[in-house]
Each structure stands twice: as structure tokens, then as C-alpha cells.
């Protein structure tokens, strides 16, 4: 494999971005470890998403709302995640509709074509973010969306080369050998590129690749002579490699071990959000989680989790069609325990309406009637950053919200959390049986994680930091690539010096 980059002038030589082939090429995780590359060496560095599809979101430090993936990646980076990180986040409602999301705040929903009209409009407010992140920054990586190569999307693009071409940075194209047709993605996808640019390419890196390196050298000859770019780095396919989903559920996990001391099950619902809630229960050594679609899969349970829904009364309406009210019913007879997290504890209470059409249809539904709760959606979306304590243990706990509309207790309660600044949050039901809470991330601490899962009926012999085990696994990546590709900061750095040097000829 060659090493030398061609030497192009670039207006944002302290910019890379990554693209891919295709979705799921590992774009997320190689941003996460070039952030901690990086920052090992004593460099401040950005992550930055243009665009970013996803359900799964967090509350960055100035309040706003942002994609998981680059709350990960700014952890990665060792610094506090921002907007500015993540401009425009679509979160879909429906199959052609989104609410979109600009600078952390909710600007209304759009369908597909609106939307699409609707970007020019944003690659400003795209360009100004990028740029206050190179001011603060020695270097921002920045992470396209889905394939590079969606010639139907290119007009007014601003996720992949139509930012790249708008901030004028070089690129580097991933690939995932582990799902096939590694040099037919790569070379397509260039082919479909217009000159300036397959120009601002300074090279390949193939994802997840196992076995005999020997075998594929060949073929990585073919490629960089049949393209005229290097191919940078072969990344390693990490066995039981867990980061935080972007968007569709994580690879990995103990889904479905019957062998596990508590069992989990958590109802598939279509328009599920931030099911990274999740992730520490799935990673846990004495949990196994089971997402169903039907109750007929659910099989015995210690408890049943509701997660959060990006549209609430449709995917209660898809619950009660599928069974699952019943099945609950018939769980906690048996004295199983619930949680509700977000929408999943809006469907617990006894109503759910939505006057202004906020989520979809405008109307009112029937929750499921197990926690005394009146909730009625509105466009004003709740984003915060929480802390506090568990009212039953005093245990520590924290989170973030996102949702929308208000819900009120229609008599006495117990509350689950006093949060730091005097509110309470979420319920405890009279029997102990059910609880439901606002806050995401409710899990990922371990006196939290602890505290929910005894609660639950889990008498832990081992003890669990899923937090811990988030930075190990953002290492791991980390030194694969530096393994992989030892000359990443030395190509990066060539790629600035040579830029800067033509600017003071």
C-alpha cells in the first residue's frame, strides 16, 4: 500500500471529512478514533456532522439537541459537546416526514421534498458552525451521512460533497469489506463524483476487514491503480466492538441469553428513540435484553421496558394492536416490573393528546392506564441536562430530556427523582411495580444501573461501569487505527503544512 497523499490546496486544510460508500460503513466510529488519536497528542479536537438522520439524540452543553454519535465522539475528544457539532438533526416521524432540528432547537416538521428545498437555506448556517469550530480547534473531523454516492441527493447537498466542496476540505472514502463488493463500492462511488470532486479524495480506508492481509494486497493495488488514490489504512474487524448507535440498533450485545440472572424484554416499537438507553442493560454480564415485535417472542420476563418513541401515540396505538397490552397485564399480575422511559412513560398514563398535531395526527389517545397521568403534547420541546437522586434509595442518578408536552399527575404520587434543581421527575407506582421517568441515559451510571436493576429483582454478584467499558471500547478503536494507519497525524499534518505554505508563496 502506498502512503503518499497528492498534494492539493485546501481553504480548510485543519478540516477532514469522512464519507462512505454506503450507511453503516463505520464513518461514526472512525471519527470517534481519530477524535482520541488526536487528543492523546495533545491536540484540540472537534467532531462536527453536517447533517445527521437519527433518532437517537442528547443534550449538548448549551442546551440544545444534537445526534448521540457526536456526544460520543466530543467525549472521545475529551471535550463537552456543542450544537455547533451537529448544525441540522432530522428525527423521522413518519416514512417521508422528519421534525427538523437547527442549532439545537426544534424548527417544525418537513416532508422529504420540502425539506429538500429547505437546504440551501441551511448550508449557511452549516458553513458558520463548521467555521466557529475551526476557530476554537486545532482540527475538526467531520462525518458524512449514508453514501457519498446518491447522485439523486447531490443538488443543494450539504451532508456529504456539497459541504465538502462548500468549506473546501480533502475527503477520505470508507468502505465495509465485511458486507462485500469492497472495490465495486469504492470505485463506483467515485465514478459517480464530479472531477473537483474526486480531486479533494486524498485516499481510501477499508473497514472491518478479517483474515490474510496477503490475500487482499492485490486487490488494493488494482484499486489504488485504477483510481490513483492510496489506500490509507485496512482497520481490523473488532470482535465485540460496541459504540453507541447512530441511528438503527448497535451490533453486539447478550440479546437474548435465557441464561442471564434478569430478563429484559423491550417491545420493538417503529418509531423507537434513543434506544441507546438500553445499551448498558445489553452489555451488562447478568442482563439479557430482547427486543420483540410481538409478545409471542417475549418469552418469560423479570421486566419490561417501554423506551422512548419519536411518535407516541402511534406506536402506542402499534402496542395495543399487537398484543402487548395484554401481555403487560398479565406481567405484572405475575409481579413482573416496567419501566417507561420518555414516550414509553407517556403510555403508561391514562391519556396522551395532541391538539396541534405536534407528533402527527392532531387527537387524543387512551394510555395504557397503569400510572395516574394526563400528558398533552405541544411544540415547546423540553431539552436539559439532569441531575439527582432516586426518591426510594437517594441513590445518584442523571440524564437528559427531550420530549415534548407536559404530564400531570391526576392525584397523589410517588414521585422516582428529586433532581438537583428542585423539580421531581417521573412516577413510582403504589405497588413498586412500575416506574417511568423522563430521562434518558438513566442507566449508564453504575449507582443508577445498580439501584434500577435490584429494583427490578437482580441480586448482582458482579458489578457493571457501563461507562467505564464506553471509554475502553472508544481506546480500543483508538489503537486499531493507529495500528492500522501509523502515519495518520503525519499525513494530516502534510496535508495543513502544504496548504499553508502555498498561502504565504
Known amino acids: 500500500m502506498t502512503s503518499d497523499v497528492s498534494k492539493t490546496r485546501f481553504r480548510s486544510p485543519t478540516t477532514l471529512m469522512i464519507q462512505g460508500t454506503t450507511s453503516d460503513a463505520g464513518k461514526s466510529a472512525l471519527v470517534t478514533a481519530l477524535c482520541r488519536l488526536f487528543a492523546r497528542q495533545g491536540y484540540r479536537i472537534a467532531p462536527f456532522k453536517p447533517q445527521n438522520m437519527a433518532l437517537n439524540s442528547a443534550v449538548a452543553i448549551d442546551g440544545g439537541e444534537i445526534g448521540r454519535a457526536q456526544a460520543v465522539q466530543a467525549m472521545a475528544a475529551c471535550i463537552a459537546p456543542t450544537t455547533d457539532m451537529n448544525p441540522v438533526l432530522l428525527k423521522p416521524n413518519s416514512d417521508t416526514g422528519a421534525q427538523v432540528i437547527v442549532h439545537g432547537q426544534a424548527v417544525g416538521n418537513m416532508n422529504a421534498k420540502r425539506y429538500h428545498y429547505f437546504k440551501p437555506e441551511l448550508l449557511t448556517k452549516v458553513v458558520e458552525a463548521h467555521d466557529r469550530l475551526v476557530h476554537q480547534y486545532d482540527r475538526v473531523f467531520v462525518e ?13 447537498d450539504i451532508a456529504n460533497m456539497g459541504f465538502a466542496e462548500a468549506v473546501d476540505c480533502p475527503v477520505i472514502l470508507m468502505a465495509d469489506i465485511d458486507r462485500g463488493g469492497v472495490f465495486a463500492h469504492l470505485t463506483g462511488t467515485v465514478d459517480v463524483l464530479s472531477a473537483t470532486e474526486q480531486k479533494r479524495i486524498i485516499g481510501f480506508i477499508i473497514n472491518r476487514f478479517r483474515g490474510d492481509i496477503s490475500l487482499l494486497e492485490p486487490g488494493l493495488k488494482w484499486l489504488e491503480e485504477r483510481t490513483g488514490k492510496p489506500v490509507l489504512a485496512v482497520l481490523p474487524f473488532l470482535e465485540e466492538f460496541h459504540l453507541e448507535a447512530e441511528d438503527g440498533l448497535s451490533r453486539g450485545g447478550n440479546t437474548g ?3 442471564r440472572a434478569l430478563q429484559v424484554v423491550v417491545p420493538l416499537v417503529p418509531r423507537i428513540s434513543n434506544h441507546t438507553d438500553l445499551d448498558p442493560l445489553r452489555r451488562h454480564p447478568e442482563v439479557a435484553v430482547r427486543f ?12 419490561i421496558i417501554l423506551p422512548g418513541s419519536k411518535n407516541t401515540r402511534a406506536d402506542l396505538a402499534w402496542l395495543k394492536s399487537h398484543g402487548w397490552e395484554e401481555h403487560i397485564a398479565r406481567h405484572l399480575r ?11 412513560f407517556q403510555m403508561l398514563g391514562l391519556a396522551i393528546d395532541d391538539p396541534d398535531g405536534v407528533e402527527g395526527t392532531a387527537g387524543s389517545s387512551t394510555g395504557l392506564g397503569w400510572l395516574p397521568l394526563h400528558t398533552t403534547l405541544s411544540s415547546r420541546k423540553a431539552l436539559a441536562r439532569v441531575k439527582g437522586a432516586f426518591i426510594h434509595d437517594q441513590t445518584r442518578c442523571e440524564g437528559y430530556e427531550i420530549h415534548v408536552g407536559q404530564s400531570r399527575a391526576t392525584e397523589t404520587i410517588r414521585r422516582l427523582i428529586k433532581c438537583d434543581d428542585g423539580h421531581e421527575d417521573g412516577m413510582l407506582s403504589a405497588d413498586n411495580q412500575i416506574a417511568g421517568t423522563y430521562l434518558h441515559g438513566i442507566f ?7 439501584s434500577l436493576l435490584a429494583w427490578a429483582g437482580l441480586r448482582q454478584r458482579e458489578q457493571y ?5 464506553r471509554e ?3 481506546d480500543r478503536i483508538s489503537h486499531a487505527l493507529e495500528q492500522a494507519w501509523p502515519s495518520a497525524i503525519n499525513v494530516f499534518e502534510n496535508i495543513a503544512q502544504d496548504t499553508l505554505l502555498r498561502r504565504n508563496r
Open 144 to 156: 458524512g451521512a449514508g453514501s457519498a454516492g446518491e447522485v439523486n441527493l447531490r443538488e443543494h
Open 257 to 259: 441469553d435465557s441464561t
Open 292 to 303: 420483540c415485535t410481538s409478545p409471542n417472542e417475549a418469552g418469560e420476563a423479570d421486566l
Open 334 to 344: 405475575y409481579r413482573g416490573k416496567v419501566i417507561g422511559i420518555c414516550g414509553g
Open 444 to 450: 449508564d451510571t453504575p449507582d443508577a444501573l445498580n
Open 465 to 469: 461501569d457501563y461507562e467505564k467499558e
Open 472 to 474: 475502553a471500547q472508544i
